[in-house]
């Protein structure tokens, strides 16, 4: 073989090396960004984005554009922070804007993450209840598995579990597929905004992009970030990991309201919650249709019912300066593990209170969540330019402004749903 031609030979094999240590990086970085988009999809967001395909059909799916760059812009952000400081949301609140300002925003962020783990087990108990299982054997069983598997589980075991249910949302576009949605006008409302000229309209589409970015958001993936223990050098791992997620969970959102568009909404049908919705599916798509779309439930809930535990565990520990990790003993972290027993505890047995609406919960839950979010991204916009903590890494104009145009536009849609939920719209 000539010179050249080994050279060519050598290349391509330093090249193939570099694209496979480049992969064996990248899956080795894999979790936060993925686990947190996921659990974005939990029941209320679920029930959220069923009510917006029922009632509005396909004319609000432009509605997941802008929310997914302003998840990817937020999600991006948090991640950074936690990579370049190894420190949680939480921490740099009280390091760099005192105590009570963090503890203002625990308290806040323990009254919406209780009332939306109380909307997990709902979930779960309305997509068993499907399959003839009373919510008083769904809901404790449940409660055990998801407080066995963090507290005993270890990080890596937990991090396995939640790709696995990720994993599992593939449920509901092939529930989507079942309803013979029209893809014309899916697409047309894909991509042309519209608020159809109705109350219904602005009301659905603030609930849509309230549910989709949460503060519990926040504060889960810096301090999963942190848990994992990476570095600079994971970064650009990090960030295809975050993208990749944002547009997983959009994917899952369009088939959703394409699902509930396609058979409810064209079929002048209501629905109250996802349990509904899933219930609709069987005359109109038929059994396997229903099936899978109670399927997806019970898993986006099961994942959350994780999730939020520890999204509050995280805020809270890293806030107060507590011991925290899912490798820790329980004994040398017991206000990290107690935290997450006590919501877990907390969400089943108001679930499992006779005669219990769910109403009240729901809507403390988003309105605790609106005030929240705003001031939150107005401290993650100030780490994020803070020249002495993120250094070179800290935000560049592009991030800025549309980092800007998010908070502007949550205070925004924050003003109008309290008003809304008032005033009774």
């Given at each position: 073989?000539?010179?050249?031609?080994?050279?060519?030979?050598?290349?391509?094999?330093?090249?193939?090396?570099?694209?496979?240590?480049?992969?064996?990086?990248?899956?080795?970085?894999?979790g936060p960004g993925l686990i947190t988009a996921s659990a974005d999809n939990d029941a209320q967001g679920i029930t959220t984005y069923s009510l917006v395909g029922a009632r509005t059909?396909?004319?609000?799916?432009?509605?997941?554009?802008?929310?997914?760059?302003?998840?990817?812009?937020?999600?991006?952000?948090?991640?950074?922070?936690?990579?370049?400081?190894?420190?949680?949301?939480?921490?740099?609140?009280?390091?760099?804007?005192?105590?009570?300002?963090?503890?203002?925003?625990?308290?806040?962020?323990?009254?919406?993450?209780?009332?939306?783990?109380?909307?997990?087990?709902?979930?779960?108990?309305?997509?068993?209840?499907?399959?003839?299982?009373?919510?008083?054997?769904?809901?404790?069983?449940?409660?055990?598995?998801?407080?066995?598997?963090v507290a005993k589980g270890g990080y890596k075991r937990v991090e396995r579990v939640l790709l696995v249910l990720s994993a599992v949302f593939i449920a509901y576009v092939i529930s989507g597929l079942l309803a013979h949605p029209d893809w014309g006008q899916a697409v047309h409302g894909l991509l042309t905004p519209t608020f159809g000229g109705k109350s219904i309209f602005v009301l659905t589409a603030v609930g849509m992009v309230g549910t989709t970015v949460t503060p519990w958001g926040q504060f889960f993936i810096q301090g999963y970030v942190v848990d994992k223990g990476l570095g600079p050098d994971d970064l650009r791992y990090e960030r295809l990991d975050?993208?990749?997620?944002?547009?997983?969970?959009?994917?899952v959102v369009l088939f959703i309201i394409v699902a509930t568009a396609a058979t409810i909404h064209v079929h002048g049908g209501s629905i109250?919650?996802?349990?509904?919705?899933?219930?609709?599916?069987?005359?109109?798509?038929?059994?396997?249709?229903?099936t899978l779309f109670a399927v997806g439930l019970l898993n986006a809930s099961l994942m959350a019912a994780n999730i939020l535990p520890l999204s509050t565990s995280y805020a809270v520990c890293e806030a107060f300066g507590f011991e925290l990790g899912l490798d820790e003993p329980v004994r040398e972290a017991p206000v990290f593990f107690g935290t997450i027993a006590f919501s877990i505890a907390f969400g089943a047995i108001i679930i499992l209170i006779p005669g219990i609406s769910l109403v009240p919960v729901l809507f403390l839950s988003a309105v605790v969540n609106g005030l929240l979010l705003a001031p939150l991204f107005v401290y993650l916009y100030l780490l994020a330019n803070d020249r002495d903590l993120m250094g070179e890494l800290r935000n560049g104009r592009l991030a800025n402004v549309l980092t800007i145009v998010t908070i502007v536009l949550l205070i925004a849609l924050t003003i109008v749903l309290v008003g809304a939920q008032f005033v009774g719209t």
């Open positions: 073989m000539s010179r050249p031609a080994q050279g060519r030979v050598l290349g391509r094999a330093r090249g193939l090396l570099r694209r496979r240590a480049g992969m064996l990086a990248f899956f080795a970085v894999v059909g396909y004319g609000l799916l432009w509605l997941l554009i802008p929310a997914m760059i302003a998840l990817v812009v937020t999600q991006e952000i948090g991640a950074r922070i936690g990579i370049v400081t190894g420190k949680g949301l939480g921490a740099l609140i009280r390091e760099r804007f005192g105590v009570r300002p963090a503890a203002f925003a625990m308290l806040m962020l323990l009254v919406a993450n209780l009332a939306t783990t109380a909307a997990e087990f709902a979930g779960i108990a309305a997509s068993l209840e499907i399959f003839g299982v009373s919510k008083y054997i769904s809901v404790p069983v449940a409660a055990v598995l998801v407080l066995v598997l975050v993208f990749l997620g944002q547009l997983a969970m959009c994917i109250v919650d996802a349990k509904d919705a899933a219930l609709a599916l069987r005359p109109l798509a038929g059994r396997f249709a229903e």
